[in-house]
């Protein structure tokens, strides 16, 4: 079955520290995995994506994220976070099993905090 | 360019009541999703439509819930005898018809079933 693991319920920083966020997926065929990012009381802002090609994407607010297929992990870092990083994050995986790359699968999330 | 529009941002509706959920979709796009966001879960997929198409709704409830995409107007999503289950937040994103663009979601339908 497709499923994406997202390990870490919450994590807690403090600013200027290094961040990676844990993303684990099952998926039948070549998969299509996206992060996004919830602020309270707001919708899903895409950081990144990754379809095919070089495996460490860049994405918005300086977050990259690195595929490993071997691994089945798709795992979200930014070098040095900021206190407005604070949000909810969703790993979310799609392709051709979902009937189209749109019908995405996501994790439960994981709720950073961060520290002054 | 405005961004997804979902109304409203709150909604109250006692259990037996109807629940409609509107979302207009970014200028341009086509493609529009339903999404259910449970407490403390990731989201589920619900539903897909084009305009006046239903594309594939298998993670929609089988009795009281129903989705719609007219050719003119916003999306719809009603939901029948609302029962406290139903509590949640409904994302809806929209998409251009182009392979492989990317979802871009609405703030969302807080209902609160009392």
């Known amino acids: 079955a497709q499923s994406v693991t997202q390990p870490d319920i919450h994590i807690t920083v403090s600013e200027g520290a290094s961040l990676e966020l844990r993303c684990n997926y099952s998926?039948?065929?070549?998969?299509?995995l996206f992060w996004y990012v919830q602020s309270p009381g707001q919708g899903l802002q895409l950081l990144l994506k990754?379809?095919?090609?070089?495996?460490l994407v860049q994405g918005i607010k300086g977050f990259e994220a690195e595929f490993k297929r071997s691994q089945s992990s798709f795992n979200l870092r930014k070098p040095s976070v900021h206190w407005s990083d604070a949000a909810e994050y969703f790993c979310?995986?799609?392709?051709?099993?979902?009937?189209?790359?749109?019908?995405?699968?996501f994790g439960a999330g994981t709720r950073l905090a961060v520290h002054p | 360019n405005a961004g997804v529009m979902q109304n409203p941002r709150h909604l109250v509706r006692r259990r037996g009541q109807e629940a409609r959920l509107r979302c207009s979709p970014m200028k341009g796009h086509s493609h529009v999703y339903w999404y259910r966001q449970l407490p403390e879960e990731g989201l589920k997929f619900m539903v897909y439509?084009?305009?006046?198409?239903?594309?594939?709704e298998s993670g929609m409830p089988k009795e009281r819930f129903s989705a719609e995409f007219p050719k003119e107007g916003p999306s719809i999503l009603r939901i029948q005898q609302v029962v406290r289950g139903d509590s949640a937040a409904y994302f809806c994103?929209?998409?251009?018809?182009?392979?492989?663009?990317?979802?871009?979601f609405g703030n969302g339908t807080r209902l609160t079933v009392t």
């Open positions: 990754y379809f095919s090609g070089d495996t």
């Open positions: 439509l084009q305009k006046e198409n239903i594309i594939d």
């Open positions: 979310a995986v799609g392709g051709d099993l979902s009937g189209g790359y749109n019908k995405l699968i």
């Open positions: 994103a929209s998409s251009p018809p182009q392979p492989n663009s990317p979802l871009h």
């Open positions: 998926y039948g065929a070549t998969p299509y």
